[in-house]
Nanobody
Framework: QVQLVESGGGSVQTGGSLRLSCAAS????????MGWFRQAPGKERELVAM????????VYVDSVKGRFTISLTGPTNMVALQMNSLKPEDTAMYYC???????????????????WGQGTQVTVSS
């Protein structure tokens, strides 16, 4: 069974940084796109960042451009999200996801991603 496990969430003050990691088992980068999504209470899930592993092309939601960086951290099955200059509006549950067939542009809600992690909480205060 495919498993995606996120780690690295926590609480930080405005302007701080966190690095999220996702370890995947049962799949490799080949044939998949890897992404990070987030969902805050009362809001819809939204794409934060994703990478098309075949081409290396990266997509970010406008609100995190220049602050967040997605990267592949292993040869086959790990992806990270470096989050700098965090703001209170970044507070959300963050999910790692993988998809075999993700088009361009991707679905901003992640409907074309089929594998999901359990999430890791990010809280930004003040």
């Amino acid at each position: 069974q495919v498993q995606l496990v996120e780690s690295g969430g926590g609480s930080v003050q405005t302007g701080g940084s966190l690095r999220l990691s996702c370890a995947a088992s049962g799949l490799t980068y080949n044939g998949n796109s890897m992404g990070w999504f987030r969902q805050a209470p009362g809001k819809e899930r939204e794409l934060v960042a994703m990478i098309y592993t075949g081409s290396g092309r990266i997509v970010y939601v406008d609100s995190v451009k220049g602050r967040f960086t997605i990267s592949l951290t292993g040869p086959t099955n790990m992806v990270a999200l470096q989050m700098n200059s965090l703001k209170p509006e970044d507070t959300a549950m963050y999910y790692c996801a993988a998809g075999i067939r993700v088009g361009y542009p991707p679905s901003l809600g992640g409907d074309d991603f089929e594998y999901w992690g359990q999430g890791t909480q990010v809280t930004v205060s003040s």
